[in-house]
């Protein structure tokens, strides 16, 4: 077989694997108030969770898609050479999910690809391959690694002022409200919680559907960057089944760690976290889940009870935010070390 097909094969089914990831990383960002809420059991939540998060990536567009696949510039490098640093920015976000995965952390998957990415390019090709942004900004347009790190940094901030005034106007919808309405804040949930999974779907899975699209141009089978709807249909099944994997680790963290939330905390948090990436997704905005998610339930907590908030945790949390860019980039710089070993004999 043919190297470059060889290789364009395992980058694909890598691709798809850091899909799945994704979805098995941010199930717990979707599923977590929900479960603490007790608004549904966890199999209730995984299953509705799972249904809508199928729907995300095939009606949500390419906008996100196309901002994923253009921050990096790989034309005029040889197809090999393109390929494998995509895979070894791939992997450096893979392995960086599975180890936050594995202590329980909320990191972002999407500061996690775009570290992973960014350090493979740099490392190998240069950074003039990197569509940083920084001179487009002056001339009024937002774009590049610029784009991508306003959105993953603007968008944690709208969580938590969203969050904070949506529950203020919710407590003083329902101030004179009996115990009762717990459970049409529970049934709502049902709504809240598929919207909130269908503007995951629709962001999340679309950075995959990004890298995914770009694998194949930069590999010659496709003629122009423009999403195939067997890319969208495989990426929308590889999140879905992470989601339905579920990352309870991580539901403990979100649901019970930060603050306890109740019906509705979580109805909120729901309402917060789908508009806020549901309108970053319209625009070609990549956001972490994590984030929004996290930072709104800190939002509800710090408008009714801030010393009920456990600071700490959240401190724990962006201590991780900030460190996941340059870890996961430091992955892919030394999967790259790896991979080029073999890169040598082949050129």
């Given at each position: ?71 990096v ?15 070894c ?61 306003a ?10 002022w969203?969050?904070y005034?949506?529950?203020?106007l ?23 919680a ?9 962001n ?30 495989a ?24 603050y306890?939330?109740?019906p ?5 948090s ?51 935010w900030?460190?996941?860019?340059p ?21």
């Amino acid at each position: 077989m043919d190297a470059l097909l060889l290789l364009a094969i395992i980058t694909v089914a890598i691709v798809l694997l850091f899909d799945y990831t994704n979805g098995f990383h941010d199930a717990a960002n979707i599923v977590a108030t929900v479960i603490a809420s007790r608004a549904m059991t966890p199999a209730q939540a995984v299953i509705l969770v799972g249904i809508f998060e199928f729907l995300g990536p095939l009606l949500g567009g390419t906008a996100v898609a196309n901002t994923i696949g253009s921050f990096v510039q790989l034309g005029g490098v040889p197809p090999l050479l393109s390929l494998a640093v995509i895979l070894c920015g791939l992997l450096g976000a893979i392995l960086w999910n599975f180890i936050t995965w594995w202590k329980g952390i909320p990191s972002s998957s999407s500061h996690a690809l775009v570290g992973g990415l960014t350090g493979a390019v740099v490392v190998s090709v240069g950074s003039d391959h990197v569509l940083w942004g920084f001179a487009e900004l002056l001339e009024g347009r937002i774009t590049g690694i610029v784009k991508v790190l306003a959105a993953l940094i603007l968008s944690p901030l709208a969580g938590f002022w969203a969050g904070y005034l949506i529950h203020r106007l919710m407590h003083a919808l329902l101030r004179a409200a009996r115990p009762a309405a717990n459970s049409g804040l529970k049934l709502a949930q049902y709504a809240t919680a598929a919207g909130l999974a269908f503007s995951h779907g629709a962001n999340d899975a679309q950075k995959s559907m990004g890298i995914l699209t770009l694998v194949l141009l930069l590999g010659g089978f496709i003629p122009e960057f423009q999403v195939p709807f067997w890319v969208m249909l495989a990426c929308a099944c590889a999140i879905t089944l992470g989601i339905l994997s579920g990352g309870w680790r991580i539901v403990r963290t979100l649901g019970f760690a930060i603050y306890r939330v109740r019906p509705i905390h979580a109805l909120d948090s729901q309402l917060t976290s789908g508009a806020v990436i549901f309108a970053a997704s319209m625009v070609g905005a990549p956001v972490s889940t994590t984030h929004v998610v996290a930072t709104s339930i800190m939002g509800i907590g710090a408008s009714e009870r801030p010393r009920s908030v456990r600071w700490s945790k959240a401190s724990d949390i962006v201590t991780t935010w900030i460190i996941t860019i340059p870890g996961s980039a430091c992955i892919a710089i030394l999967a790259y070390a790896l991979v080029n070993l073999f890169l040598k004999p082949a050129g």
